[in-house]
């Protein structure tokens, strides 16, 4: 990894994309710093720790802005849910599925829809946002009432909303001139903003001068690299269907015969299914949020029996994890169109018969590959929770934030590696 930094920063175009990646990331961190008018981030930050897992699993992914009542508090979830919605409605409406097989004239149309659907998303998220800061007095106390309370509140969701549309446009900036996903970077960059904190709160446990916490921390240590090494295992890990192509003679040449097969990684769906689960567990912090229910009353314990700190949450969490997975991938992969196309292609997986056995046996090896990344995605999530429950430590950085961490640092190499393999290909008469 370090020779392939080293080598990028030799090479002046790799070395310029490097710098404008940097550039960009250290706008989304000034902007991370920048007050959103008439809130009160105290207040805010009172509300975090009481929202179990809907606000402070955002929080996380926005780098701290959110509990400091920043521009960038909604980050660029409204892209990734615009994003999330226009993959489904690409495989469930004929239009978007047409435009998705137009090449690179389709995609630009689609990239232009996912804009203006998180534009919309964005602003819906940030009424909902001010509505929730107000009910819990997040906003300044002048400004919630009269003439005065209407400007501050068109304020605050234009300032939310704005936010939200330029991370998407610093994003796209990273696509075109930078190096890796740039959501991708924003989303990374936020994360890591995170690892000082976390470390002081590791170093702030071991000054309580309490015995158990010299073994807890060690461990947490431990095994937070442990999970890093599982993670990096898992994500590169792959089944490989042999796939076998027949001869055939065009005119007087000979084309086909040789050997590939068909990588199917245990991976596949990413971090999506966790996004999902996640999300559709949110939902009862929100009601609690917004409605507040008594503390001894039957919807107040029944909704907080949802909490991200909870048993009842971490089962749920991980069966939906499994249940997300599954309906990714089956939305995904078609076995019948991957059989399909092997077949015009003259290909064919050895000991198996073309059409419906080759479909069988592609989706019976996908169902397995499913299910083993399923479980993996399962652990890696509600791992922290488990850890809270049996400890009463508070993993500062859970496993899906080490998930999009190390993701997206191999993605990033993975790239450098490729524009290296770009610039220093051996030439023909080398």
């Known amino acids: 990894m370090f020779g392939t930094i080293r080598n990028a920063l030799k090479n002046p175009d790799i070395r310029k994309k490097l710098f404008f990646t940097l550039f960009i990331i250290a706008i989304f961190r000034i902007g991370a710093k920048i007050p959103v008018p008439f809130l009160d981030a105290s207040a805010l930050s009172n509300l975090l720790g009481d929202s179990g897992n809907l606000l402070g699993y955002l929080d996380i992914l926005t780098g701290g802005a959110l509990a400091n009542a920043t521009i960038f508090a909604m980050s660029i979830t409204p892209y990734i849910n615009s994003s999330i919605i226009i993959q489904l409605l690409t495989v469930a409406l004929p239009p978007l599925e047409r435009l998705s097989k137009e090449g690179e004239e389709g995609r630009k149309k689609i990239a232009k829809i996912t804009r203006y659907v998180t534009v919309v998303l964005a602003l819906i998220q940030a009424i909902a946002y001010y509505f929730l800061l107000r009910s819990y007095g997040a906003v300044q106390m002048a400004y919630r009432t009269g003439w005065t309370g209407v400007f501050a509140a068109v304020v ?35 994360i890591i903003s995170r690892v000082p904190s976390a470390v002081a709160y590791l170093i702030n446990l071991l000054m309580v001068d309490e015995a158990q916490y010299y073994v807890y921390v060690p461990l947490i240590v431990l095994i937070f690299f442990a999970i890093i090494v599982f993670i990096v295992v898992m994500t590169n890990a792959e089944r490989r269907i042999p796939v076998q192509y ?18 199917i990684k245990v991976s596949m769906s990413g971090v999506l299914p966790i996004i999902f689960a996640s999300s559709l567990l949110s939902i009862p912090g929100l009601i609690v949020a917004l409605w507040n229910p008594g503390e001894d009353s039957f919807w107040g314990n029944f909704l907080r029996a949802f909490n991200y700190d909870q048993w009842l949450y971490a089962v749920l969490y991980f069966l939906l994890i499994i249940a997300f997975n599954y309906f990714y991938i089956a939305i995904q992969y078609n076995p019948i169109e991957i059989a399909n196309n092997l077949r015009k292609n003259n290909g064919a997986i050895p000991g198996i018969r073309p059409g419906k056995p080759t479909s069988d046996f592609i989706a019976k090896v996908i169902s397995k590959i499913t299910f ?59």
Not at 246 to 263: D, F, L
């Open 372 to 430: 083993v990344g399923a479980i993996y995605l399962g652990l890696v999530a509600i791992f922290p929770i488990i850890f809270n429950q049996l400890t009463g430590v508070n993993v500062a950085l859970g496993g899906t934030s080490i998930l999009i961490v190390v993701g997206v640092a191999l993605d990033t190499m993975r790239s450098l590696e490729s524009q290296l393999m770009m610039r220093h290909h051996k030439g023909f008469l080398e």
């Open 246 to 263: 027949a001869k055939r003679v065009v005119g007087r040449k000979m084309y086909g015969g040789q050997s590939s097969h068909i990588p």
């Open 156 to 190: 605050i969701i234009a300032v939310f909303t704005a936010g939200a549309a330029l991370l998407m446009w610093l994003g796209e900036q990273i696509n075109e001139k930078g190096i890796g996903n740039g959501i991708s970077m924003i989303l990374f960059a936020g």
